[in-house]
């Protein structure tokens, strides 16, 4: 009687612990899945905020790298002086709709391309 009282008991509790395992991932992924998005969007939004004066010097290697020689690695740094602050105001005010939408659905691509600082490779290889 004991033995059969000790199986059914294993029994019970492997059954209980199947049966919570494939609920609990049943739930969760139900909820990641809602979730995920705007998770993703004030992630991207507080990392947009965060970088965007990182965009001046980016673009201003990117400009002196389009550049022919020093003179037009020159000019290039300059005028990526001027595309680098359009480029910080364009993330920041970026991350800061990303911020303030995160809670609605809806622009989960983001409004820039890249979607990150980091997504765009600036230095060249040589």
Sequence with gaps: MKKIFLL??????????IVS????????????????PHVHKLSRGLVNVGTAPFELPKQMIKKAQEGNGPAGEFAGYLTGIVTGIGWTFCRFGSGVVDIISAPFPG?????I???????EKILSEP
């Design 21 to 36: 395992n494939t609920w609990a991932e049943r739930v969760d992924s139900k909820t990641e899945q809602a979730v995920e």
């Design 8 to 17: 059914f008991l294993a029994l019970t509790f492997s059954l209980f612990f």
């Design 113 to 119: 391309k890249p979607e990150f600082i980091s997504d």
């Design 107 to 111: 622009n989960e691509k983001g409004l």
